[in-house]
């Protein structure tokens, strides 16, 4: 099941520079990391500051696995000191798939026939 997880951060004023090279190092770890697929970085078009990354995992245990990996809490923690806020983590699986349903989440829209 494919897992988007959602990075919610603030970036203090005078410290982006110091972030996106922070970031950068960081998601050049993860790309080696077992079921990593992709990343994108969006930055908020009205607050500058507001940044919020995308990962795609193949599984939440994939992700899990690197959350809780050493060097990732190591590189993390110094992208938190660039942070007026504690980063903010979300993860989402799509409304499609079957295992989804299976832990409770409604199955997706089926064609109605009129």
Known sequence: MIVKVMIKRE?????????????????????????????????????THMVVVIGT???????????KNEKRIKLDSGINSLLD???????YVFSKYRAAAEQGFPPPLQKMDL
């Open 57 to 67: 995992w193949e599984t939440i245990e994939d992700w899990n696995v690197w959350k």
């Open 85 to 91: 806020h504690p980063a903010v983590y979300e993860s």
């Open 11 to 47: 970036v203090s004023q005078g410290k982006e520079k110091d972030f996106f090279s922070q970031l950068k190092t960081l998601r050049f770890h993860a790309m080696d990391q077992k079921g990593y697929i992709s990343g994108e970085t969006l930055i908020n078009t009205e607050n």
